[in-house]
């Protein structure tokens, strides 16, 4: 597995507003996933792309992909205090070990 | 589904003393289980892989001797911090996987063990 880079590295936003983390990769993947980590807690799975895949969605999580770039977006959509965490992007090959970045540290004000 | 649990939350305990974290896999069975650790403000860093009934492996750097794991069946797998040292004051993360997923490399992780060494 190899390691994903997001950015920005630090994202500060207003309640309601829309927040936009990007990541990037080197080699080719099968799958990219996004997680989510509350300050002091573990990490939860938000969403996994193929990479068949350009674009998914889940409740307000917008995800897509484009290979040819080595690249992913996660889209946040009318953010709430709550989604204030770090978010990581996870490019994966097949079953094995995940490697994190520093990942994107949203703040969302209310 | 796919809820892990880890036992203790947190753990405060002297110097020189050994603890056990326990992480286990609530309504599936975890072929693969990995350990994480994160320092404050830092990303998470994978300590060992391990399999049911087979020795974990590590990652470079991390002591096997220090960090016991043991994978005893498909819902449990333990991490014992030997004789404690405060540099070993961490948030210690379990994440658990199984065969089947289409090859993917979705984890499920616990909430993790704030283990604090006086």
Redesign the interface.
């Known amino acids: ?1 190899q390691q994903g880079e997001e950015d920005p590295q630090a994202l500060s936003i207003q309640e309601g507003e829309n927040a936009t983390m990007n990541c990037s990769y080197k080699t080719s993947i ?2 990219l ?1 996004w ?1 989510r980590q509350n300050s ?6 938000l969403i ?1 792309i193929r990479s068949n895949e350009r674009e998914k969605h889940s409740g307000r999580l917008r995800v897509t992909l484009d290979t040819s770039k080595k690249s992913s977006s996660l889209l946040i959509t009318a953010s709430r205090a709550a989604d204030t965490a770090s978010y ?1 992007c ?1 490019p ?12 994107t540290k949203l703040s969302v004000k209310p | 589904g796919a809820v892990v649990s880890q036992h203790p939350s947190w753990v405060i305990c002297k110097s020189g003393t050994s603890v056990k974290i326990e992480c286990r896999s609530l309504d599936f069975q975890a072929t693969t289980m990995f350990w994480y650790r994160q320092f404050p403000k830092q990303s998470l860093m994978l300590m060992a892989t391990s399999n049911e009934g087979s020795k974990a492996t590590y990652e470079q750097g991390v002591e096997k001797d220090k960090f016991l794991i043991n994978h005893a069946s498909l819902t449990l797998s333990t991490l014992t911090v030997t004789s404690a040292h405060p540099e070993d004051s961490s948030f210690y993360i379990c994440s658990a996987s199984w065969e089947g997923q289409g090859g993917t490399d979705t984890q499920y992780f616990g909430p993790g063990t704030r283990l604090t060494v006086l």
Do not use: D, T
């Not at chain 1, 994966?92 to 990942?103: A, D, E, H, T």
């Open positions: 597995s099968n799958n996933q997680y002091g807690r573990g990490l939860v799975h996994l990581f996870v994966g090959r097949s079953q094995g070990n995940l490697i994190f970045g520093k990942g």
